[in-house]
């Protein structure tokens, strides 16, 4: 398993849209998710910037990633959430979210870490 954490900024003028979404987020966007092997996965506000966290639990993360992005659900949903969305300009490679680097992560007693 391997942790992620990204970041986005959250337009002002498309919060309230951002929000309904998420509290419903479409059962085919999930199932997606599920497909690609991600779990655990939360998004966080304050202010306006979105934190997002989840697990991965696949063995080929570019192929699940990819597999995920040609979703046509995914794309549709992408549609509605990107324009609520500003990415930071240091995203890099990244379709839309900003990659952070894990500093530190308690492990689970008698859980080995793990070095990336």
């Known amino acids: 398993m391997k942790r992620f ?4 900024k959250l337009r ?16 085919g966007v999930e199932a997606a998710l599920i497909r690609a092997n991600i779990r655990n996965y939360s ?4 202010g306006d910037v979105l934190f997002a966290y ?5 063995e080929d993360f570019d192929a699940d990633i990819a597999e995920l992005e040609a979703d046509p659900v995914t794309q549709e949903w992408w ?9 930071f300009p240091d995203r890099g490679d990244s379709r839309q979210w900003t990659n952070l ?3 530190w ?3 689970e007693p008698g859980e080995q870490p793990t070095a990336d």
Do not use: M, N
């Not at 998004?43 to 304050?46: D, F, P, S």
């Open 12 to 27: 002002p003028e498309h919060r309230e849209e951002y929000l309904k979404l998420h509290s419903a987020v479409w059962p």
């Open 5 to 8: 954490a990204q970041t986005i």
């Open 105 to 107: 992560h308690l492990s």
């Open 43 to 46: 998004i966080y506000l304050h």
């Open 101 to 103: 680097a894990e500093v």
């Open 54 to 58: 989840f697990e991965y639990h696949g």
């Open 79 to 87: 549609t509605h959430t990107d324009p609520c969305q500003e990415p």
